[in-house]
């Protein structure tokens, strides 16, 4: 896959994220593994994701400590089992695993279908936090168990979005160290990450000012569709 598509796909993720709230890694981790190792995407990804998180020193302020606290020893505890089983599994696992995940999140938005959300609910702070960090490690995609915890927990909406960004900076830190220490994160894929880098700080930027003058709606039910084949190219690429 050429480094072109690379940067293509992580600005259109990450303007979608900027527009939307939320997806960049979501959208962007499925597609680059139709075509790459997927280890190497949610490696490479997390560079972006990371410089998502340094927006914590922008809403600090708003931060719930109070929750958040509690989160931390299972959310650590979760990155660095999802390091693990992403360091061990092979590739296929991770892909099956990746489109799964796609499928509940779809389902959760459109049906009643919600066993994560039935799971947090029964199993409360640790549940979210060890379920948020292992998905943010494996997959990139911890946000949603978050989500759906701090959603009642937080006063306003600045203090929700503070607190989504604290816990996915906070997952991000020893899911860093953790990549890097059992050599999935290597000075290749820094490099390739590297390159997509100014494109992805321009679509956030874009994203921003475009916020009001794209249709939402139309763009959000576009982006699911996209996630929707997305996940059944995975299935595809698994079984052939």
Known sequence: MTIVAIIIIIAFAFFAQSLLGFGGGLICIPILSLF???????????????????????????IGWMHIRKM?????????????????????WVRLGL??????????????????GRMIEGGG?????????????????????????????????????ANIIAMLMISNVPRAIGMAGTGLFTWDIFILGLYSYPTFLLALWAGQKLHDKIPQKVFFNAVEVLLFFSAMFLVIKVML
């Open 36 to 62: 790459m190792p997927v280890q190497d995407v949610v490696a490479m990804v997390m560079l972006h994701q990371f410089s998502m998180g340094l927006l914590i020193f922008k809403v600090h302020k708003n």
């Open 72 to 92: 931390i020893p299972m959310t650590v505890v979760g990155v660095i089992i999802g390091v693990f089983f992403l360091k061990i599994l092979d590739g296929d």
């Open 99 to 116: 489109a799964a995940y796609i499928i509940l999140h779809l389902a959760r938005k459109h049906t009643s279908f919600d066993p994560m």
């Open 125 to 161: 702070v640790h549940l979210a936090g060890f379920l948020g960090g292992a998905l943010n490690a494996m997959i990139g995609g911890g946000g949603p168990a978050f989500i759906l915890y701090l959603k009642d927990k937080a006063e306003n909406s600045s203090e929700f979005r």
